[in-house]
């Protein structure tokens, strides 16, 4: 979304930020918008950047169904990331590093 905004200056981006799901064993992404509904095409696009650029599957769950912050006046959710059953312990570490294959 980044080289967007030079050219649509006014349009309002979705806001993502990350921590290590509670167990440790994955990554908890948190997701925040104005727009509401636009939140079930993220499960979809965390698991084709993780098969594209990672070369791991992983699963995806919502850890937080979407709300609307009345604080901020955005909607925000939060999905877990996993690696799929079956995946060695160097492709975990390699999704909670961020660290491309």
Request: aromatic share 10%.
């Amino acid at each position: 979304h980044r080289h967007l905004f030079h050219n649509l200056p006014k349009l309002v981006f979705p806001a993502f930020w990350t921590m290590v799901t509670p167990d440790g064993e994955g990554i908890r992404l948190f997701y925040s918008s104005v727009r509401p509904g636009l939140w079930p095409m993220v499960e979809t696009i965390i698991i084709e950047v993780a098969k594209v650029y990672y070369s791991l599957e992983v699963t995806v769950s919502v850890a937080r169904e979407q709300a609307l912050n009345e604080t901020s006046g955005e909607y925000e959710c939060a999905f877990d990331i996993r690696c799929a059953e079956g995946i060695d312990a160097s492709a975990r570490a390699r999704l909670l590093r961020g660290e491309a294959a």
